[in-house]
């Protein structure tokens, strides 16, 4: 004889709806700050890794995770070739620069693509954010990969996020994916700090700013959707360069004028926040 199964009350229903989508904040950071863009190769990695390190300079404690499960960019531009290790329960990040870093590309070999189905992805995320000895951290930066996929949607509907800080360069295509990211966010309900516009203009010998990629793009589309317009950051091949050496610039050379835009907009974060 078959069981009945019993009746859910309303309330309990409610309750395991909200389960559901619970979210877990990391354990061991204060806050977290995802650094997106629906777009790709805008420079989020190269923001996410000089953010990181500019909130460090400021005497805060840092993590970073990167969260590009296809293309991680953190072992490359950190220089680190090490493997994590692990006690069978927890991996511990690696610490270089004074920050604490966790990323896919630790534990494989750089060259071999990660061939993975969604769920596998989101359960490297989880991985990432509850099963890391991340220790005493003020904030956890997260590089996320281009897109709006399974990634953004783990974090978003599971992991707490505390502000999400969107990369564009002024160009109307990245705009327009750009657009795209800011309404997923909004929709998910996660707070959006601001927009940067990345390799905003380059600074030429004779002094001018030469915008290549159009003009204003970003600052507007802030405006359009209310949100705050964080920074402008030109192009400079010093950012590639020192990025690809595995040494980022606000590490290299912290007083490069990029480097202080890095560092005054970490002082703006750590005001939000701290
Ligand atoms: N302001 C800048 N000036 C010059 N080069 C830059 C700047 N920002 C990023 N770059 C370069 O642009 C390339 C792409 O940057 P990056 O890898 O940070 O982008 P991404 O958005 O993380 O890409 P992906 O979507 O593939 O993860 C890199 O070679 C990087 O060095
Ligand atoms: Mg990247």
């Not at 309900?189 to 927009?195: C, P």
Request: one cysteine or more.
């Amino acid at each position: 004889m078959s069981e009945k199964k019993p009746e859910l009350s309303d309330a309990m229903k409610r309750k395991l709806e909200s389960k559901k989508f619970s979210k877990n904040p990391i354990l061991g950071t204060k806050f977290t700050i995802a650094i997106s863009s629906a777009k790709g190769g805008v420079g989020k990695s190269s923001f996410a890794t000089n953010l990181a390190l500019a909130l460090k300079k400021i005497g805060l404690k840092i993590g970073l995770l990167d969260a590009d499960i296809y293309g991680p960019s953190v072992p490359k531009m950190f220089g680190i070739t090490e493997k994590p290790k692990s006690d069978g329960q927890k991996l511990e990040p690696i610490l270089k620069y004074d920050i604490q870093c966790m990323s896919i590309g630790f534990l494989t070999d750089q060259q071999t693509p990660m061939i993975w189905r969604g769920p596998m992805v989101t359960s490297a995320i989880k991985t990432f954010t509850q099963k890391v000895n991340w220790q005493n951290l003020d904030f956890i930066i997260v590089d996320m990969p281009p897109g709006t996929g399974d990634t953004q949607l783990t974090f978003s509907q599971e992991i707490k996020i505390d502000g999400a800080i969107i990369i564009s360069t002024p160009q109307e295509v990245a705009l327009l994916d750009v657009k795209r990211g800011i309404k997923m966010f909004d929709k998910l309900g996660v707070k959006i700090l601001g927009l940067v516009d990345n390799m905003s203009y380059f600074l030429g010998d004779d002094g001018k700013k030469y915008n290549i990629f159009g003009k204003g793009g970003v600052k507007k589309t802030a405006e359009e959707f209310k949100k705050e317009f964080l920074c402008e950051i030109p192009i400079n091949p010093e950012i590639g360069k020192f990025g690809d050496e595995g040494k980022p610039l606000v590490e290299a050379n912290s007083d490069h004028e990029i480097s202080k835009i890095y560092i005054n907009l970490a002082r703006k974060i750590k005001e939000i926040y701290l």
